[in-house]
């Protein structure tokens, strides 16, 4: 499809201007042909007619100050210099700052040439040529104006939707907008607008209420299980039984996180953020390591952190939880035996694993849900959209890219998937 550059007024102007350089233009070429072919018709009638007789009565005329008359052989060696050339018929000559109409003819190996000097027409007709282009700039003037006043007019019900519009996406209630137009092109498309909002804030309601509903039922089994966790650690327990209980606390923790985090989502009020328990980047890294530690050893993966350099920046933990956890648990659950690596610096951390190759026309769709970019595995592919919705709702940034070493086979095997997060857009350290 092609893509515009300019504003609709702009391509609607530029459209008026070129259809009225094609008319004006035609219209001066062809006064110019006119003129020019008039001046021959009319030279080659009168000095033509005035030659015929002084050919047919031979013998030499008397002329006018204005006009001459020459005859020779048909080479024209008795011709001035300026007229040997001249060709048969009409022509036209300029000779000492005059201007001359030739009308030549052979006839019986001779050659006869009458000319009239012409100072006074060429001048005109020279003035006539100025006119016609005086008009032609003129014309394309009051183009170029009666483009803009009839453009601002014609598309000012446009501009006024497209405003309307860019209201209502900075943040204006929405108020239909079909009823302030006619039946017409706006009209169907303000009324098409109207449908879209329509459906979009339904939607968004539909999913905010399920997500406040789910959130809400979710914390009376979250509440039995802490009760029941907090009863557990109170109970004498084994190595083993400690082991698993504390990782049933972090999950249970995890569960709370995500509970809070997605209700963050679902009202999408940044200003709640304050009220947000927050941590550090590195700790975060390091519980999610800790909590998928037991998960990746059975898979044979060993899970890594480097710290390039220390960021002690709060981020809200729910959400920064929910972002470290889906990223390693994809790599944990698609990556083959080796090594997941977590780089972090101020504002920013990398995640690399060596899981298979995500097909090119699977790229695109990444991030999109229930969109899976590989068969293996067991996810339903809401993991990274739910990243990418988090990262648009804090202003971050997250980079996929697919690292092939040289000696990478044609299946990919060998190849490194990383994941980076931006955390400050304004910090270029991650590249």
């Known amino acids: 499809m092609t893509q515009y550059r300019q504003n609709l007024s702009h391509r609607i102007t530029l459209t008026f201007l070129f259809l009225s350089f094609v008319i004006a233009t035609v219209f001066s070429l062809g006064v110019t042909f006119t003129i020019n072919y008039t001046e021959r018709h009319l030279v080659l009638l009168d000095l033509g007619r005035d030659l015929t007789r002084i050919i047919q009565s031979r013998h030499y005329p008397v002329m006018d100050q204005e006009r001459f008359f020459y005859q020779s052989s048909a080479d024209g060696h008795q011709f001035p210099k300026w007229l040997k050339k001249a060709p048969e018929g009409f022509s036209e000559h300029t000779f000492h700052h005059n201007w001359y109409h ?83 092109e706006v009209g169907s498309l303000a009324g098409a607008f109207d449908t879209a909002f329509t459906h979009a804030n339904q939607l968004l309601r539909r999913e905010r209420e399920f997500t406040g ?29 400690q082991d698993l209980l504390d990782r049933m606390t972090r999950a249970h923790q995890q569960m709370g996180e995500l509970v809070s985090a997605f209700l963050l989502l679902a009202r999408e009020r940044k200003d709640e953020l304050e009220n947000v328990p927050t941590a550090c980047l590195s700790d975060v890294i390091q519980q999610q390591a800790d909590y998928w530690q037991e998960t990746a050893q059975h898979r044979h993966i060993k899970v890594l952190i480097h710290i390039m ?97 040289k000696n990478s086979d044609h299946k990919g095997i060998g190849s490194v998937n990383r994941f980076s997060i931006l955390l400050h857009p304004s910090n270029k350290e991650s590249s």
């Open 213 to 241: 509903a789910v959130s809400h039922e979710l914390r009376s089994p979250l509440m039995v299980q802490q009760g029941a966790l907090e009863l557990l650690s109170m109970t004498p327990l084994s190595s083993r039984q």
């Open 102 to 184: 030739i009308v030549r003819r052979n006839e019986n190996n001779k050659s006869y040439i009458i000319i009239q000097r012409q100072n006074d027409f060429e001048r005109r007709e020279r003035r006539i040529h100025r006119i016609v282009f005086a008009c032609w700039l003129l014309s394309m003037l009051l183009a170029l104006i009666s483009a803009r006043l009839m453009v601002r007019r014609a598309i000012l019900p446009v501009r006024r939707l497209a405003q309307q519009v860019n209201d209502i996406q900075g943040g204006t209630d929405y108020q239909p907008l079909a009823a302030d137009y006619p039946r017409d």
């Open 309 to 405: 350099d220390d960021d002690p920046t709060p981020y809200p933990a729910p959400l920064l939880h929910s972002v470290v956890g889906n990223l390693l648990r994809n790599a944990v659950h698609y990556s083959q035996p080796g090594e997941i690596l977590f780089t972090l610096g101020k504002g920013y951390f990398h995640i690399t694993d060596h899981a298979p190759s995500i097909p090119t026309e699977s790229l695109e769709e990444l991030f999109t849900p229930l969109v899976r970019g590989t068969s293996e595995g067991d996810g339903v592919g809401l993991g990274l959209a739910i990243v990418q919705r988090i990262c648009l709702f804090l202003d971050w940034q997250i980079q996929h890219e697919i690292i092939v070493p």
